[in-house]
């Protein structure tokens, strides 16, 4: 026998509170690099050519899109032990290692600490370096993810619940807001440089407003809606204006589309601009050492169209962002 209405709605955010735990608890406590495969070329060699690509947090909860997402990096991983093995061996390589990111701070780890000989990341994480110290970067950009028809500016926006009173920026003063991650290009980054230089006055994270963390788009939107996980209420969300993990936070809301999520965007009056594509990055040294082992992989990637089609990368974008971004590094002396 099903409970009585009231009890229905009494006991639904504990429901959904324990549904959020569970499922992102599980994502997020990996919190790390996952190894997915490993291929030896020669086991007279001990040195490994290590990759890791970034993969969206919200994706694993999707059963066919992600099981997609993994056959091609399978398919990835067959076609480079077979077209690159010799230059490999040539280099110094017995063995391939392919890792998986799911993890904004474990990319953000990686992308500074520069373990990997190539690493795919969110562009905002090639250019906004957590640690100061890091001079030179340890990557450079090889290539781009040529898929490019959301990467434009107007892509990150800001949410608010669909009845909050909450009608410009201005309003978000003394709020409660929840990101991806602060390095997040869509989730958090573009919109907190527009804040910082906003026509309103400079709107600083951690100064005229509060911010948490939630890792994942879905999680993003469940905090938003609910305010589940937070000690005070989130008011807004930095996110994107649409991705999969709009799909997943429907789902776990009970909601048959992403359209019935009660939330709205607040618009951002900005101009619109072109961003680049995830960038795969490529260790410094190894190109340095071996120009014609970078060039090789960098033909590679651009014939076999795996995991994604790239694109040789399109500096002017880069430098836009950068500029863009620019209020969110370091400014008189002080941390945004």
Known sequence: MSPPPLLQRALFPCILFALVGLTFGAVRAQGEVIDFSYKTLDTRIGQKFLIAFWQDP???????????????????????????????????????????IDDYDSLVDERNLGRFHLLHCDPAVYLLPRYESLEPYPYTVLLEE?????????????WVKKDSPIQSPRDLINEKIVSVHPSSLFGGALQRAWLWDSPFGALRDGREYASVQSGAVSEGVLRLVTSLGTEDPVEAAFLPREGIGFQVAAQMLGLKRVEDIPIRTLEIPSSEFPLPGNPLLIDRNLLEKFPDLGEQIRQFFI????????????????SSLEDRLSPLLFKDGNSP
Request: no cysteine.
């Open 146 to 158: 040529a898929d490019r028809e959301e990467s434009t500016s107007s892509n990150a926006v800001i």
């Open 58 to 100: 919200d994706l694993s909860q999707l059963g066919f899109t992600y099981e997609s997402f993994r056959e091609k990096l399978r398919r990835f991983t067959r076609e480079l032990e077979s077209e690159l093995r010799e230059p490999l061996i040539e280099a110094g390589f017995g063995d391939i290692q392919i890792s998986i």
């Open 303 to 318: 014939e076999q169209k795996l995991p994604w089609d790239w694109i040789s990368p399109q500096e002017a974008d880069f």
